[in-house]
């Protein structure tokens, strides 16, 4: 239940995001993590962006992530 | 830069494993890497002396089952609409389920998000909309923001089932219980917000290593590495293997948000009984929005489920596979234990994935 997965920032109106995971957009609360702009990759648990990441470190963690393969479901994201 | 081959690691711990000469036990206390060992058959890959064992990390299977059994009672209300995250729905209480009361009538759903749920509430204000919150540091904090949120927007027909558990004191109730663990391989994403700092002094209570680890396969091994150089040498500490995301203060803001809501307090796990200051409840000024006040739920006594080892796995003290029901009377389709039901429980994965 703790599966966090990077996501980049696509749009940014107050504590509500919108970011692509892997392709797929999704709303997010940036309402913990501070300084976050459009471009930027975070951590995403539960609908909440848990961490600002550093572009390569979040890429490195998405490689990874697809050379598992894992498919994108409602089970990763939660 | 260094190599992230998963090759190298394991040679790495090949050559660890000899250096040190004895059987060494390594415990992760996180669902997503039991999945994530198990998953990618990491086991029958590491040298025989070093055995990983699962401890109490799925939130999921160390919820209390008197705390389940209150779910149900909740859940029976006529008015209530209960949000849940997917893992909850199908563990069994004493002689029903979350699944098993909805195919009778009650309105339980499935959500992705705390926010997602209050968002239910604010469309059916004629109905009260409870959220199961469970989870561990990884998840209250973005809970507490949707409360706060909640208190903001003056939605009143929203609350919360709180069964919050903090992963440090359970830590430590393993080793007292006296569980011989050499090294933990810590959860990734509790520390991303806790910080590597949050396990210094349980380290050094110990003299153990704490690694916090991510959770792709050339993480864990590399995780696993050095918790054996650490072992070789003799050190003791908290560090990161998941430098991407893990910081040594974690993330304050989280924190802060989380600890604005809720306070510590003691809290009832599966297996482990009541662990002091393990688990978090709505501070006195959110306690309107505690379903246990507002739905004046009754204590119940403790209840077990009878056969289930669940209690024994989640301590350490046996695999899922030296449960006599496992993989007999205990399966994914007709789990006995919440070990079994959640996707990430120690037996489920076991099942699932072998080794
Ligand atoms: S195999 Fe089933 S009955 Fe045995 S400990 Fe696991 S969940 Fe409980």
């Not at chain 2, 609350?159 to 992963?167: E, P, W």
């Amino acid at each position: 239940m703790c599966l966090a997965i990077p996501a980049k920032v696509t749009e940014i109106v107050g504590v509500d995001a919108m970011v692509d995971i892997l392709g797929n957009v999704r709303p997010t609360k940036l309402s913990l993590v501070d300084d976050v702009s459009v471009g930027d990759y975070v951590l995403i648990h539960a609908g909440y962006a848990i961490q600002k990441l550093e572009a390569q470190d979040a890429l490195e963690t998405l490689a990874l992530f697809e050379e598992m393969g894992a498919a994108l479901n409602e089970d990763t994201l939660a | 830069m260094k190599t992230r081959s998963p090759d190298e690691f394991l040679q790495t711990i090949h050559t660890l494993a000899v250096k040190i000469g004895r059987r060494v036990r390594l415990m992760e206390v996180c669902g997503t890497h039991t999945t994530a060992i198990a998953r990618a058959g990491l086991r029958s890959t590491l040298p025989e002396s070093i055995e990983l064992v699962s401890g109490p990390g799925c939130p999921v299977c160390v919820t209390a089952q008197r705390e389940i059994e209150r779910m149900l009672l909740l859940a029976r209300r006529s008015n209530v609409i209960i949000c849940t995250f997917g893992d909850m729905i199908r563990v069994p209480g004493v002689d029903s389920s979350l699944e098993q009361e909805r195919s009778r009538g009650a309105d339980i759903r499935v959500v992705y998000s705390p926010d997602d749920a209050m968002h239910i509430a604010e469309e059916k204000t004629e109905k009260e909309i409870v959220f199961l919150a469970v989870g561990f540091e990884t998840t209250a904090p973005g809970i507490a923001a949707t409360v706060l949120e909640a208190v903001e927007k003056k939605i009143k027909n929203f609350s919360l089932f709180v069964s919050h558990k903090l992963i440090t004191p359970a830590m430590e109730a393993v080793l007292h219980g006296g569980a011989s663990i050499d090294g933990f391989i810590t959860p990734g994403h509790v520390s991303v917000v806790l910080g590597s700092n949050e396990f210094t002094p349980l380290a050094e209570k110990f003299t153990i290593p704490c690694v916090a680890t991510g959770f792709e396969p050339s993480d864990v091994l590399e995780g696993i590495a050095m918790l054996l150089e650490a072992i070789a040498e003799k050190r003791c500490g908290s560090f990161i293997q998941y430098v991407r995301a893990v910081k040594p203060d974690g993330n304050p803001r989280a924190r802060e948000i989380l600890f604005r809501v809720y306070e510590i307090t003691d809290a009832e796990w599966r297996g482990l009984g009541i662990i002091p200051q393990s688990g978090l409840r709505l501070k006195k000024e959110f306690s309107s929005l505690d379903a246990i006040e507002r739905f004046s739920l009754p204590q119940i006594p403790p209840v077990e489920l009878s056969d289930c080892l669940c209690g024994d796995v989640l301590k350490g003290n046996i695999h899922p596979n030296e449960c006599p029901l496992f993989g007999q009377a205990c399966t994914p389709r007709t789990p006995v234990g919440p070990c079994m039901v959640s996707s990430e429980g120690a037996c489920a994965a076991r099942y699932k994935y072998g080794g």
